[in-house]
């Protein structure tokens, strides 16, 4: 908006009515702000030094992904599917592709329920780089994140030779998988695993032990587990605050309840339980977890099919599902109505980051300027995933 | 507990006038009345033997044909390990329900997004504007009869597709030549 | 530079200011950081160490006042529209803008959605088109070795810092 | 004197120094510590990949066969099922059949596809029954005009195959070359244009 008074009319809305600060003033944070992860927009509503509130803006990513899914049939939604959480956009798939089978009755293959396991962790160290790196890089340490960008092409590469693409795979399709893996493939993430477990005690030398990055998270926007189920946090940011919940223990879906892993819990490492450097651990615990599962999965991995038989045009008949899945973000959810035609009804993402977004505006409150990028980076948003 | 057996604790609690029915889909859901969404969630929460302590999303439906817009709400217990899925409709012309800010803080944003997306009014709701689409937005977008505009600000919303330019193209040269 | 440069003997370079003027522009490509989407991600490893923009000396800026390039990552919305105008007009002349990726280019997959802009070109003028969903780090690379052909053929005295009528 | 004496008798005086100076070194440890990784970097080697200049070995060695990269249409083995065209999601493949009308034979007149729009899902490829349709190794579709990265396919027109029933593996040419040779160069004028200004 090129009009200042346009501008402001049209923040007007997000100032709060009531003024506890004698002379407060309102900073935009955003869109365009390299530790914003992704086009987000905050108005703090600050004295100088501390803030009285942060209120996110939302929006600027909004691509109707909801509505495309009305326009189109079931088997082209799949990669639309990789575009709502692009870090981590095997969950995408995933989660889309597991409501369909369930409203077709379509029973996938075991290999294929292997193979999406291991694509699957493998997405969430991936998606982790990024959580844990561009944190250190907000705050200020720049090396952790190159290094974690690094480790992260060996990741790509490894879904690169298996299903050609580095981002968005488009791996899964309805009934399974779209390609089995190649021959080498097994040995290559195994090497990969064998490389990367001591590069997590590298990369905890490096910076998780670091005092100034320590001090920078700990006792930083405590979130108390009442305020964490108020306010609907899932995944790792729910873990963060003590609350056991991970949907491939809760529901047990696909093959996780073959495999033995233990789901980390936040217990105030250096802190407050709750607070910033809980949720940036619970998330590098979480990754060593993810290799052990990778391992047990290639360990197991059955032969046989890959791909249940689809029909090319899939119509499902009148029904509902709202399938869920453990993302790198916490639950991702869809909530998918059929009515008898070759697309869907309304399809609804429930996404993680929405609800972490959500609740910026509380703990922010009373948090020093710069303690709003430890924030946002420890609640690990993708602007994607809260717009869809 | 199943889905039917809370069904069955809330015809107890509250009776067959509010508890409208209960549907047996892949997620079964419960259908309620539209004016009591907040006792009966605030009744399924705190109460012992439910505890559906996360509200999972709200989602909104939109049915032109029965002029109806229906709100889904997922309840999620991890005590229990059960999904509750409530059903309810507001009229189309004139879509407006309680708001669950109450009772799960969450809602306050599933809400906001299904009054953007849908044009559903929240009453009691603390902050009811639109949260996706810019202030100035015309018309929800996930209304089944919603057209989109021909420009936005002064951007064309539309472009020419290569393809069709491009056909056109050649087959004006080719009656050319 | 080569086309402009002779070489007299040992050591002694001749060409023409121009020349030299648009080899140290090229040298020096600072673009912003601001990604819009997913080929943001791909933009970050881009600077990662695998491919490495800094070897055509292109780092990045987190402010328009300082860059020369924008790189448009991503899907932009009718919000983003006004704000990338915004960042556009804000850098210095001569700026260039690079189109990475489909929903850049035209929208790509999101066409048909109504609240997609449907190809930056409607709100900034832009100078290479980059095609992919999102294009390999390498393509990146190239789209910025591109930047630089564009730079390299300039007359950058005659135009006065605008690069309007260029070859 | 007194504050000395109190300090040598508090305890909880002499945790708290005691606490400062622990502060103090495991700040300067961690510091250094995290050196110790950054410089033990120096001594491996280096991941980068110098595209374009220095590259140990090209390019298609380095990207796996299975990347998904921009389409190629090896026209000798089209057998004109449009089940591509039908099956893309956002419509960038066109395809034209004209039928002469003495001979009743079929041509494939056009054959185009826009890999402005191509979302590179690969889900054309996968529907293909004679492998036609494929993705190159090709990356690097950079243009100055967007209307130049509409690829058109076919220069004559071309009459459909018949697919044997015997064989099996059709030989695709998939190295890239058709492609190649479809990609405009860099600063070369489109042959339309979809805005009337230029």
Known sequence: ???????????????????????????????????????????????????????????????????????????????????????????????????????????????????????????????????????????????????????????????????????????????????????????????????????????????????????????????????????????PNLRASGIGIDLRKTLGYSVYPDFDFEVPLGKGFRGALGDAYDRYMVRILEMTQSCRIIRQALEKIPGGEYRANVKKKLKVEENEVYSRVESARGEMGVYLISDGTDRPYRLKIKTGSFTAMSIVEKASQGLMVADLIALIGSLDVVAPEVDR | MKPAEVYKLLIDRFGEDLILAYVETRNPYIKINNGYVQAICTFLRYNPSTKFAFLSSISGVDYPQRNEIDIVYHLFSPFLNTLCVLKTSTPRDLPEL???????????????????????????????????????????????????????????????????????????????? | MKENTTIIEQGVIVSTIDGVLNWMRKSSIWYLLFGTACCAIELMQAGGPRTDLDRFGAVFRATPRQSDLMIVAGTVTYKMAERIRLLYHQMAEPKYVISMGSCANCGGLFQRSYSVLKGIDKVVPVDVYIAGCPPRTEALAEGILKIQKIMMREKWLKTRGTKRNFI | MVSAMETAVNPSVRSAVRKYFKNIYQLFYSILEGMAVTFSYLFRRPITIQYPYKLDKPMDEIIPDRFRGILGVDLRYCIACRLCQTTCPIACIAIDLERNPETKER??????????????????????????????????????????????????????????????????????????NKLKDFFDLPKFRLTDEA
């Open chain 1, 1 to 235: 908006m090129k009009n200042p008074a346009k501008v402001n009319e049209a923040i007007r809305h997000l100032k709060p009515q009531a003024a506890p600060f004698e002379e407060e003033m309102s900073l935009n944070f955003g869109p365009q702000h390299p530790s914003t992860h992704g086009v987000l927009n905050f108005l703090v509503v600050t004295d100088g030094e501390v803030m009285h509130q942060a209120l996110p803006n939302i929006g600027y990513l909004h691509r109707g992904i909801e509505k495309l899914a009305e326009m189109t049939p079931y088997s082209g939604f799949m990669p639309y599917t990789d575009r709502v959480d692009y870090l981590a956009a095997m969950f995408a798939n995933q989660v889309f592709a597991m409501a369909v089978e369930s409203l077709a009755e379509i029973e996938v293959p075991k290999r294929a329920e292997y193979l999406r396991v291991i694509v699957c962790e493998l997405n969430r160290i991936a998606s982790h780089f990024i959580a844990t790196g561009a944190l250190a890089l907000d705050l200020g340490a720049v090396t952790p994140f190159v290094q974690w960008l690094r480790e992260r092409e060996f990741i790509n590469d490894i879904m690169e030779a298996l299903c050609g693409a580095r981002l968005t795979y488009n791996y899964m399709r309805i009934g399974g998988v779209s390609v089995d893996m190649p021959g080498d493939l097994p040995d290559k993430i195994l090497r990969f695993l064998d490389h990367f477990e001591p590069i997590i005690d590298e990369y905890n030398r490096l910076i998780s032990n670091n005092e100034i990055f320590v001090k920078r998270l700990a006792d930083v926007a405590v979130i108390s587990p009442i305020d964490a189920v108020n306010f609907g946090l899932v995944g």
């Open chain 2, 98 to 177: 309680e708001s669950l800010e109450s009772v799960w803080k969450v809602a306050n944003w599933f809400e906001r997004e299904i009054y953007d997306l849908l044009g559903v009014r929240f009453t009691g709701h603390s902050n009811l504007k639109r949260i996706l689409l810019p202030d100035d937005w015309e018309g929800h977008p996930l209304r089944k009869d919603y057209k989109e505009k021909n420009s936005y600000h002064d951007m064309e919303t539309m472009r020419p597709d290569p393809l069709k330019v491009l056909r056109e193209k050649n087959e004006k040269s080719g009656k050319s030549q």
């Open chain 4, 107 to 180: 041509f494939i007149t056009r054959f185009d596809i826009d890999i402005s729009k191509c979302m590179f899902c690969g889900l054309c490829v996968e529907v293909c029954s004679t492998g036609t349709l494929h993705h190159s190794k090709i990356f690097d579709g950079t243009s100055r005009h967007v209307e130049n990265l509409v690829l058109e396919f076919v220069n004559t027109p071309v009459r459909p195959f018949i697919k044997p029933k015997s064989i099996e593996d059709i030989p695709v040419d998939r190295s890239g070359a058709i492609t190649r």
